[in-house]
């Protein structure tokens, strides 16, 4: 294969941010971390495929990981899903969400200072936050407020996960994260977690990719997400016979 061509194409293409903000607490132990890990893994190897497939975006992946502390996963702001080293993550330790949302504002900010996202035009990133318990400091006030600021927080499309869980207050975290751009889905049964993930990002990374008029514009997003959002809603109707 013509190597210059390849890195042609990769110049070319737009980048489409895909973040995982993954609840690692200790409650999250057993049959919860280990979903979340064969939906990560399963989720890579289809990105890459996508990627191969699509003319427009390249995929590129971020977890954030939160317990006691947050932390990036292997150190890594984000990665090229080709080049992603996705070894499984543990669980331990409390529910501090507030210190994700502070990587995560981090993350956000513009390129020239100091985020990962572009300075202009852009395709609006994918966010993903799951958790099966209360925020360990509540409320999230200051937090939100920060995320609020950003462009790049605005128009992202997001969604989070309930895992086990009917608890309003956590639920109304979740809510807020999401906001207008989102949606919450309740995930009572931990053996279908692995399933919704993977419908999640996978079918929001579909529409995003194949949009090529989707960047830092809220009326696009906006169609995008509604779009999206029936897609997962048909697909987790019929979520017991889905097949990946």
């Known amino acids: 294969m013509n190597t210059d061509k390849m890195n042609t194409d990769r110049i070319a293409k737009q980048r489409l941010n895909?973040?995982?903000?993954?609840?690692?607490?200790?409650?999250?132990?057993g049959n919860r971390i280990q979903q979340v890990n064969n939906a990560i893994s399963d989720i890579?190897?289809?990105?890459?495929?996508?990627?191969?497939?699509?003319?427009?975006?390249?995929?590129?992946?971020?977890?954030?990981?939160?317990s006691t502390e947050a932390h990036l996963y292997n150190n890594d702001r984000m990665k090229n899903v080709e080049d992603l080293d996705f070894q499984p993550i543990k669980a331990g330790?409390?529910?501090?969400?507030?210190?994700?949302?502070?990587?995560l504002k981090d993350l956000l900010q513009k390129e020239k200072k100091g985020g990962i996202m572009p300075d202009f035009g852009g395709v609006a990133p994918i966010i993903l936050l799951l958790t099966d318990g209360h925020p360990g400091r509540w409320p999230?006030?200051?937090?939100?407020?920060?995320?609020?600021?950003?462009?790049?927080?605005?128009?992202?499309?997001?969604y989070g996960i309930a895992i086990e869980l009917d608890d309003k207050?956590?639920?109304?975290?979740?809510?807020d994260f999401v906001g207008s751009n989102g949606d919450v889905i309740?995930?009572?049964?931990p053996n279908l977690l692995e399933k919704?993930?993977?419908?999640?990002?996978?079918?929001?990374?579909?529409?995003?990719?194949?949009?090529?008029?989707?960047r830092a514009k809220k009326e696009s997003v906006k169609s995008v997400h509604a779009d999206v959002k029936m897609q997962i809603q048909e697909?987790?109707?019929?979520?017991?016979?889905?097949e990946w």
Request: proline share 1%; glycine share 2%.
């Open 186 to 189: 309740t995930c009572y049964n």
């Open 235 to 242: 697909s987790l109707n019929d979520v017991d016979n889905w």
């Open 18 to 29: 895909v973040i995982l903000i993954v609840d690692t607490s200790k409650s999250m132990g």
């Open 44 to 66: 890579k190897n289809k990105l890459i495929d996508m990627q191969n497939e699509n003319a427009n975006v390249d995929f590129y992946v971020t977890i954030i990981t939160f």
């Open 169 to 175: 207050r956590t639920i109304d975290v979740l809510k």
């Open 140 to 158: 999230l006030t200051d937090e939100m407020n920060a995320l609020r600021q950003l462009p790049w927080f605005n128009v992202a499309i997001r």
């Open 196 to 214: 919704i993930i993977k419908i999640i990002i996978l079918t929001t990374s579909k529409v995003q990719s194949t949009n090529t008029a989707i």
């Open 93 to 103: 330790g409390q529910t501090n969400l507030h210190l994700a949302y502070v990587e």
